[in-house]
């Protein structure tokens, strides 16, 4: 069930959200609940999802259980080690047959395996709980609380990647402590603007990309066009991206709970590095804290520094997807920040509109790789932004309007979070808030909504 | 406004009232009929996107003969139908109407109509295409829970502004400040007459294919037995399935279309289609129904001067087509002046019904 659909916003959310605060004063019957609506909105997808879920989380609370009963460290390894081997299982094993393939010139079978809806997101929380513990800086949870925190149905498909540590202690805050309805207004208000940011600018967008990339599988396409359809592409993936989580907070605040913030107005970034403490930020520190540090990070000299980096990034590209454009993806930002350092380190600096314009204009083309569903679209769409193609004409105004109309809120907007937070009640912004809200729910209402970019991974 | 329990309970109040308000407006205009009716005891069709007013049509059990069809159908008038098959005629034909939609909504009206007794389908190359089993709808969307027999289910669906404005278009019609529009389905879509350019018509009919589009094909495709059975037409159960299941008159009419929108006589995309009418006389044939094939060149499809655009006629043709098909079931036999072949069917002029 999408955040932008009927059965989520008229039955699923006020029910949820009723029992909760009906269950508000007994602190186990209102996880519990949180828990059963969390399996119910993610069973609905798919209901064959359920059983990986609930195994995954059950199997790693078990084995922590072991470890701390037992005072080994080997069983965290070993957890490790199956949750990446599921992972794995589910989202890499026919990209490496296909590799296989290429590489012996013999043919393996395919799995074909469904992905489970969410695992990339899920899998990494568990990773972090359980390196945390290995580290020591993790503390021992019960199974209700730590169920709940992978479990908890705003973050659990797409995100934000969440510590066990921000979120676990939230859950025993009372729900009705002071400023109840203030959280649960804002909250509204984010989940509402969240609305508008998917279907009304996102959505708008895909019309634009779509098409474009779609051609682009066939021939090279005009310069224009590949260009409206590389700036429509790297639009609606921001929109896309920050509206789910903005629902997502905004559905949180609603239970009480603040979830981390994703996206800090990415594409005024004026470096790549910059870029990336902005965009996507629960994943860049996931990446940085599980993986860049540990592998040395920039403290161990340049070798490991390039090292470090490519790797992350690497895998930062592969985590999005199963494909060598993916991969490409990642390594393409990882050349970036190599090469942003050692300007940063002997280069004079940009001014900063410039910094702006080659940040934008890198990110922008390595999105293409991001949306080609191959090498060989990527490389038409390259082709076409080359000149390729021919200059073609210029773009038509329902090409124009949304791309500059988005462009301008990306760039001028400050944080959706910051905004609701700095929002007043009124009767204007009330009346604002439930004219716009029926209106996005008779929208959505014409047909089947289009998922978020980030749910297939 | 007193603080935020003031603010929060204002929209969920204001949301929750402006939504349950609107859902009771749609229930009791009831815009696509679909629901057990509250308030009116018929139905006007009032919106442009066939697909989602047809069914109500069909409800309103107004009709027991309707023909189905593409836009090349739709000029068909009822009242003329009705002077050659009588009973009471809806044209249903849809603009763009593909082969599965056809099939949907003629299968609703088997088991919505009781009494019903005639059948005119409209055939044109949809039914012949090779991918009809995967291109089953088009952009404009295809209701499919309208076409089921649970009410229930489609609530989920009517929510929306759409329904929202036909509701209010049938309340227009209920405080008598707007006419029912197309109230058995046909339409005179085309231009009026007098804005006929024979100029700009030619130029429309012939500009995509060339001059000599129409011309044959020498040598002529040979496609032997073992070619012809290999051919593919999804669709063609769909149509066997609604002459089995229909109790009453169904005829089948290859309507006309522009010799330009034909295959090059001796193509092998004409084999192809001749094929298809073969296969489609034999189910005709299993079903005692009559086939008429105005598809073929002929004064009506060959004349530039008939048409608004490569598929679509004027009206003076359609209700030629109309007179045509009363003296092709009547004589049994093709047009001595080469207007329609009479493919299928009883060839004393009686004209048969199929029983389930």
Redesign the interface.
Known sequence: MLFHS??FI?LFLPFAVGIYYALARHQSAREWWLIAASLIFYGWWDIRFLPLLIGQTLTTWLIVELAIRRDWRWPLYVAIVANLSVLGLFKYIDFGASILEQVTGREFAKASLILPIGISFYTFELISYLVDRLRGTAPRYGIRVFGLFIALFPHLIAGPIMRHNEIIPQFAYDPLRTGL??R??RG?VLFLIGFVEKFFIADQLAIIADPIFAEATQTVPAFSLAGAGALAFALQIFFDFVAYSDMAMGIGLMFGLMLPMNFNVPYRAVSLRDFWRRWHITLSRWLRDYIYIPLGGSREGVGVYVWATLVTMGLCGLWHGAGWTFVLWGLGHGLGLLVCRLWQHYGSPLPAIAAWAITTTFVVLLFVLFRAPDLGTAGHMFAGLAGEGGLGTLWPLATLLPVLIAGTIALIKVPTFEWAMRIQ???P???G??VL???C???????APLSFIYFQF | MRGWRHFVWAIVCGFAGVIVLLSVFIVSMNPYGNLPRILFSEHVIDDTNQRFQYPALIRSQRYDSIVIGASDSRLLHPRALERVFGGRFANLAMNAGLAYEQYRLASLFIREVKDRRTLLVGLDHVWCDEDAGEKRITFRGFPEWMYDDDWRNDLRYMLNAKSVEISGRRFGQALGLRKARFPDGYEVFTPAESAYDPVKVRGKLWDKGGPNSADPVVPAYAANAEERARWQYPALPWLDEIATRFVGRVVFVYVPAHIAAQPPPGSKKAARREECKARIGAIARRHAAPLIDFDIHSEITANDANWWDRLHFRLPIAERVVDDIERALATGKDDPKGDWRYLEGPRTGAVSSTAE
């Open positions: 009927q059965e008229l309805y203030e649960i207004g509204l009640p009124s009767w912004a009330a009346i808030f439930v809200a029926v209106i729910v008779l929208e959505v209402g014409e047909g």
